[in-house]
């Protein structure tokens, strides 16, 4: 999921995402037919991690969600229910004002509106922003086995530094590539590319995690390997089976599977 990058920063909460078939985060699905389950890439042993933000890492709706609301309420209009969102909160805040007040994107009164999203979105930036189950025990075991992980995001910096702030995690990412650092965003390589030349560290010793096709076609047209999270916002219509990507996982410990020097985490649901 992603905000735009080029956005400035100019400066009653929603439900909880519902679980069905649509946005899904935290699900546990099995590999579809023709994928290989979670095991060892068929490639040289990876060293680092590289994970989307929103949808991946981080569970960001809720706050999206509650932004939007506000932002209908300030235009005298109804909140919507959370599943409503469900198609385009991986899309960006253009996306989710063309949803929540029936709008074509071209529309003159969309950039007003976005951008006041954009401040009630900062403004409760990690309110209730939490990572998905089972990341906090995936980053301590990657770094107990000396690997790295890092960000690489389309959402801008302005949001995307604070949020990883506030939720401790900025020390620990090795790099944070946002949607603002380089002049493109995902689904070009360049940013994967240059989060590479940051950690001083080659394509094919990475892997590149995220919940939409743009993460997997980044990754793959920079040479590191591709994992979908189907734990994040995917929906029915996204059919991941067809981006290309090297696996599926369906909570975050089966990743570790993929790396070097690691154990397993339980199966989810499984945990003490």
């Known amino acids: 999921m992603t905000l735009d990058a080029h956005s400035s920063n100019t400066q009653g909460l929603a439900d909880p995402l519902p679980a069905g078939p649509g946005l899904q985060p935290g699900g546990n699905r099995e590999p579809a037919p023709g994928l290989r389950p979670a095991g060892h890439l068929r490639r040289p042993a990876i060293e680092t991690v590289l994970f989307d933000l929103d949808g991946t890492l981080l569970d960001t709706a809720p706050d999206l969600i509650a932004a939007a609301n506000t932002l209908l309420q300030e235009n005298d209009r109804p909140a919507l229910a959370a599943g409503l969102y469900a198609p385009v909160v991986s899309h960006g805040s253009a996306a989710m004002i063309a949803r929540s007040f029936d709008l074509h994107p071209r529309d003159p009164a969309m950039e007003p509106l976005r951008q006041r999203f954009l401040q009630l979105y900062r403004s409760r930036v990690s309110s209730l922003t939490r990572p998905f189950a089972g990341i906090p025990e995936l980053l301590e075991q990657i770094e107990a086995a000396g690997l790295r992980w890092g960000v690489v995001t389309n959402k801008p910096g302005w949001l995307t530094e604070p949020l990883l702030e506030d939720l401790d995690l900025s020390h620990r990412a090795a790099?944070?590539?946002?949607?603002?650092?380089?002049?493109?965003?995902?689904?070009?390589?360049?940013?994967?590319?240059?989060?590479?030349?940051?950690?001083?560290?080659?394509?094919?010793?990475?892997?590149?995690?995220?919940?939409?096709?743009?993460?997997?076609?980044?990754?793959?047209?920079?040479?590191?390997?591709?994992?979908?999270?189907?734990?994040?916002?995917?929906?029915?219509?996204?059919?991941?089976?067809?981006?290309?990507?090297?696996?599926?996982?369906?909570?975050?410990?089966?990743?570790?599977?993929?790396?070097?020097?690691?154990?397993?985490?339980?199966?989810?649901?499984?945990?003490?």
């Open 175 to 272: 790099c944070v590539v946002s949607g603002d650092t380089v002049a493109c965003r995902k689904p070009d390589p360049r940013p994967i590319s240059y989060a590479c030349e940051l950690l001083d560290i080659a394509p094919h010793r990475t892997v590149v995690v995220g919940d939409a096709l743009r993460d997997v076609s980044a990754g793959r047209l920079a040479g590191t390997s591709t994992l979908v999270a189907l734990f994040g916002y995917i929906c029915a219509e996204d059919e991941p089976t067809r981006w290309g990507a090297d696996g599926l996982i369906g909570h975050p410990g089966e990743l570790l599977r993929w790396l070097p020097d690691t154990t397993p985490l339980p199966e989810h649901g499984q945990h003490d």
